[in-house]
């Protein structure tokens, strides 16, 4: 049972395009929701993280959107670049646990010039 | 540079062989973690080790065992592995204890059987 539900799989988008990666979850339980960014050959970085009392959460051009009741949270990329070209996890930890992630399945973003 | 070192990058064995995957963090954490990354698969924990202490094992199958001497190393001891096997296994830190905290991954260990 997938608990951490990512689409799409993989995404084009041009050079200044808005890039947005979606997630969804069932487990009411999970208290804190982090991006990871993954480039060809490196192990996953944090990228940003939000808990679920806020509804938005913005670092730079990386925004996550935060929908409680819906049970869903997303990352947009403002102005993509061709170096944010990577994969993208949703992930969710459960309240209770310490850094014990729900991994969403990935995203291949691809910017193009 | 994260801090979390993996080594071998590479490895390639037979189904009867026995090998050993290592990680070293050089961040001060506590926690450890191995996780297993296959394609179009969300990543898998398969062990966590808080304070030397394994405090999770995903139900992993005994063929992969873990071995934390203390809270900057951690082994994964590999043996009569199945092809499925191959993938990428990641070594992961964080602070630990009871604090919510980032996960520092290292570049993994690209495991293939033969």
């Known amino acids: 049972q997938q608990q951490v539900k990512q689409s799409p799989q993989s995404l084009i988008v041009q050079k200044g395009g808005i890039s947005i990666i979606n997630c969804a979850y069932e487990?009411?339980?999970?208290?804190?929701f982090p991006w990871y960014q993954q480039f060809p050959g490196k192990g996953p970085a944090l990228l940003i993280a939000?808990?679920?009392?806020?509804s938005e959460k913005k670092e730079g051009r990386f925004t996550i959107s935060f929908n409680k009741s819906a049970k869903q949270f997303s990352l947009h990329i403002m102005d993509s670049q061709p170096g944010d070209s990577a994969t993208y996890f949703c992930?969710?930890?459960?309240?209770?646990?310490?850094?014990?992630?729900?991994f969403g399945t990935g995203t291949r973003l691809q910017v193009t010039l | 540079e994260t801090g979390v070192t993996q080594t071998p990058r590479h490895l390639v064995m037979g189904m009867t062989n026995k090998k050993s995957l290592k990680c070293e963090q050089h961040?001060?954490?506590?926690?450890m973690y191995w996780y297993k990354q296959s394609a179009k698969k969300p990543l898998e924990l398969m062990f966590v080790y808080n304070f030397k202490e394994q405090t999770e094992n995903n139900s992993v199958p005994s063929r992969f065992s873990p071995e934390c001497p203390n809270s900057s190393h951690l082994f994964l001891h590999l043996h009569t592995l199945q092809p499925e096997d191959s993938a990428l296994y990641l070594c992961?830190?964080?602070?630990?204890?009871?604090?919510?905290?980032?996960?520092?991954f290292g570049e993994g260990s690209r495991l293939t059987v033969l």
């Open positions: 992961a830190s964080s602070r630990g204890g009871t604090s919510t905290g980032e996960l520092f």
């Open positions: 939000i808990r679920p009392d806020v």
């Open positions: 487990n009411t339980a999970f208290d804190y």
């Open positions: 961040l001060g954490h506590n926690a």
């Open positions: 992930a969710a930890k459960e309240a209770g646990t310490a850094s014990k992630l729900t």
